[in-house]
């Protein structure tokens, strides 16, 4: 095993897991993370998922995407933001990004919105945080959820908030390449409860 990602605490609490020790039965890792992430963003709920598509995959889901929906997102981005709508039956709409910050351009979106229009899904590209004080106006003014793709953000703010807490939900991955690592998984955060069962529900293949 390469020393660089062993430096630290991991066998140690790899042992834990491995001799399922008593403080992990008492308090899994998984539900750690969670409380963690539920204290850093002062969310009320905090669902670990198997990968940031996934968590994209089951706020979609619980956000009620159907066949026919049209969901509004950037064209800049990992291609999960797309496929995932593609996948469930939605249309995707690409609103251009703004010059100089490659970020999602809130005045295109305005432009692109139809009855269709389920939800926006705005990507905090390279942790650089979108507009969205104006991104949420638009989505009140209209009705819309909003999904927002944190996986290169679980370090970045806007106006003083952390981003993924803007939105109906923020979605973030722990992927090798992103802030925080565990090789895979990402996690979901909301602030509804029926939104969150559903992100919960779907995360472990639709049992409660």
């Excluded at 897991?17 to 899994?28: G, P, Y």
């Excluded at 998984?30 to 670990?48: G, V």
């Excluded at 998922?49 to 066949?67: E, Q, T």
């Excluded at 291609?79 to 709508?85: E, F, H, N, R, V």
Aim: glycine letters at 8%; hydrophobic letters at 40%.
């Amino acid at each position: 095993m390469d020393p660089k990602w062993t430096s630290g605490n991991e066998l140690k609490y790899l042992k834990e897991v491995l001799n399922n020790s008593e403080s992990v039965r008492n308090s899994a890792f998984t539900d750690r993370l969670e409380q963690e992430f539920k204290k850093k963003f002062k969310t009320k709920y905090a669902i670990a998922v198997n990968s940031g598509a996934s968590g994209l995959h089951a706020a979609m889901h619980a956000a009620g995407v159907k066949p026919g929906d049209e969901i509004i997102t950037s064209p800049f981005s990992v291609l999960w933001d797309a496929g995932i709508a593609i996948i469930m039956g939605a249309k995707v709409i690409f609103a251009d990004i703004k010059y100089g910050t490659h970020n999602i351009d809130p005045k295109k979106i305005e432009e692109l919105i139809t009855k269709k229009t389920k939800a926006i899904l705005p990507v905090h590209f390279a942790g650089r945080p979108c507009n969205m004080n104006e991104i949420t106006d638009i989505a009140h003014q209209n009705n819309l959820l909003v999904i927002e793709d944190c996986a290169h953000a679980i370090e970045s703010g806007y106006k003083g908030k952390p981003c993924g807490t803007f939105g109906d939900f923020g979605c973030f991955s722990f992927y090798v390449t992103k802030n925080i690592t565990a090789g895979e998984g990402g996690m979901v955060i909301c602030k509804d409860e029926k939104q969150a069962s559903r992100v919960k529900t779907m995360a472990l293949h639709g049992l409660s």
